[in-house]
């Protein structure tokens, strides 16, 4: 099961939809079976969030990464499906398997959703290197 194909939730009535999407590395394969079951309970809960447009998952599980990448109609529709159970505690229980993880928020017209997948990890690249300079110069 490498990807959950994009999955439309509803019908954007905004003419911009707001993106999340994240990069997810657990510390050992070991890890990889607990987070990929925790993943797909959180797409579950996801599929059923107010605001939630559409949702998407790419697990590459040899390489211990999971990616994710959503649609919103606002922020405040994201903060609500994160501060809800069970995202809330199952992130709290697995910061402690996490190698590294990166979230980036960007906002396109709703007539662009689906993301592609090529693009999620393009602009979660870039973050990335940003970060690695920022962190470098400081």
């Given at each position: 099961?490498?990807?959950?194909?994009?999955?439309?939730?509803?019908?954007?009535?905004?003419?911009?939809?707001?993106?999340?999407?994240?990069?997810?590395?657990v510390r050992s394969l070991r890890q990889v079976?607990?987070?990929?079951?925790?993943?797909?309970?959180?797409?579950?809960?996801?599929?059923?969030?107010?605001?939630?447009?559409?949702?998407?998952?790419?697990?590459?599980?040899?390489?211990?990464?999971?990616?994710?990448?959503?649609?919103?109609?606002?922020?405040?529709?994201?903060?609500?499906?994160?501060?809800?159970?069970?995202?809330?505690?199952?992130?709290?229980?697995?910061?402690?398997?996490?190698?590294?993880?990166?979230?980036?928020?960007?906002t396109v017209p709703a007539e662009q959703l689906?993301?592609?997948?090529?693009?999620?990890?393009?602009?979660?690249?870039?973050?990335?290197?940003?970060?690695?300079?920022?962190?470098?110069?400081?």
């Open positions: 099961m490498p990807t959950v194909p994009w999955i439309k939730v509803d019908t954007p009535v905004a003419p911009d939809a707001l993106i999340m999407a994240s990069r997810l590395e079976p607990g987070f990929l079951m925790a993943s797909m309970t959180l797409l579950r809960q996801a599929r059923r969030s107010p605001g939630a447009l559409g949702v998407s998952l790419k697990a590459e599980l040899l390489k211990r990464t999971f990616w994710t990448v959503s649609a919103w109609t606002d922020k405040a529709a994201v903060h609500a499906y994160a501060a809800t159970e069970p995202h809330r505690t199952t992130m709290r229980r697995k910061r402690a398997v996490m190698r590294e993880s990166t979230f980036i928020f960007w689906p993301i592609e997948w090529d693009q999620v990890q393009n602009r979660i690249a870039q973050e990335r290197d940003s970060d690695r300079g920022s962190a470098a110069r400081g």
